[in-house]
Structure formats: C-alpha cells, structure tokens
C-alpha cells in the first residue's frame, strides 16, 4: 500500500480507485444521509414556526413549542457532529480541502448555525415563558404562570419567514457547492 503525505497520511488516490479501500463512497453517503436528516428535523422546528401563527390557545401552543423542541434536540446533535465528521473525513479523501468550495460550504453552514440561534431560538423564548413553560439554554427560566395576552402580542411580532428563507437559501447554495465543486 502507497500512502500519500499531506495534512495528514492517506492511502494515494489511485490504490483507492482500485477499490481495495473504497470507503469514500460510504463516507459521503453518511454525510449526505446525516445531513438530510438534520435538516428533516429542522423542517419539523420550521413548519412549528410557521404554525405558531396561527395559534392563540395557550396549550396548542405549548404542544407546538415542545414538538420543535424534541425535533431539536440530543439527535440533532449528533446528526451534526457525524455529519461534520464524515464531511471532514470524505474532505481529506477526495483531497477537496485545497478547493475553495469546501470552505464556503463549511463557512456558510458555521454562519447560519450562528446566526439561528438568536434570530429563532431566543425570540421563541419568550413566547414559551407567556405560554407557560420553562425554557433552556444561556438563560434558563422556570414555569411562570402562563400569560394569554403577551403570548398573542408576541406571536403576532414573530416573523418566521427570514428564518427560513436563510436556511432553504444556506443549503440550497451548499449543496450546490458539494455537487458543482465549481472552485
């Protein structure tokens, strides 16, 4: 077996072609199919969004708010994490790390990544403290008891729209980049 130096030792492409150690194939696999799955989950936290609404009942919306909250949590973490792993690892395999487009891929998804944090999770926070419930995160709050009248003022503030035209356009433009690897 030939090994290649580089940023770290691999086995050289063409001993890879042969398909004695054909393993980059099943690595994007994994990394599409955490991936889709990631995004599946954040889908269910979108339709969530929008649904929200149309909601006025303080109990309907808890429903709503603790289904976008199981479609985000443990298991979406580690769809990330392996997603990002494979990502990196298919990365270093197929030698794309000297391309620019797996860095913009990884640049965009990073900046979406932060950028929902505060425009989607800690504006839902208020509205899941007026629906009374509790809420996680940076700034955790106990049940209050719940208050109809701020949860419809703050849903009737609430804008899902940019939210999800920012992560539709994030990944349209990243799963160009992985499919067109145009530089």
Known sequence: MRWTAGPILWPSDRFIRRGILDLYGTVVFIHATTILLFFVAHGVSMAVAFALKRETEPARVRALLDLSRFSLGLPVIVLVVVGLLSGILAGFMGGHWGRIWIWASLVIFVVIGGAMTPLA??????????????????????????????????????????????????????LWLMLEQPF
């Open 121 to 174: 999770s800690l504006r839902l926070q208020p509205i899941r403290t007026a629906a009374g419930m509790s809420s996680s995160g940076p700034r955790p709050v106990e049940a209050q008891p719940e208050d109809p009248e701020k949860m419809r003022r703050l849903i009737a503030a609430w804008n899902p729209l940019p939210i999800a035209a920012m992560g539709l356009i994030g990944f349209i433009v990243i």
